[in-house]
Nanobody
């Protein structure tokens, strides 16, 4: 059974920084694309950033130049370094990963429990 554990959320001031981390564990053969999504109150869930095994990245326009996603394939972890935080970044952030449990199986999407990020003065 696969689980994703997130950490690093909390309170930050506008212009501040936070680093989110996510570790995948369990019955894992291969972790493919990993990413971070967020959902603010009253808004739809949106992709913040994603990264492939080879290191290709994709960012939401709203976070480009401020957030950096990275991963460690050996440890099955993904991180999101958030800088120049804005109140609009306030949301619950969810880790997402495409994970296969055997050489034959196609990957499935897994989700973390979510971690709250609040940006306020």
């Amino acid at each position: 059974q696969v689980q994703l554990l997130e950490s690093g959320g909390g309170l930050a001031q506008p212009g501040g920084s936070l680093r989110l981390s996510c570790a995948a564990s369990g019955s894992i053969f291969r972790v493919d694309t990993m990413g971070w999504y967020r959902q603010a109150p009253g808004k739809q869930r949106e992709l913040v950033a994603a990264i492939t095994r080879s290191g290709n990245t994709n960012y939401a326009d709203s976070v480009k130049g401020r957030f950096t996603i990275s991963r460690d394939n050996a440890k099955n972890t993904v991180s999101l370094q958030m800088a120049s935080l804005k109140p609009e970044d306030t949301a619950v952030y969810y880790c997402n990963a495409a994970i296969s449990w055997s050489r034959i199986a196609l990957p499935n999407d897994y989700w973390g429990q979510g971690t709250q990020v609040t940006v306020s003065s």
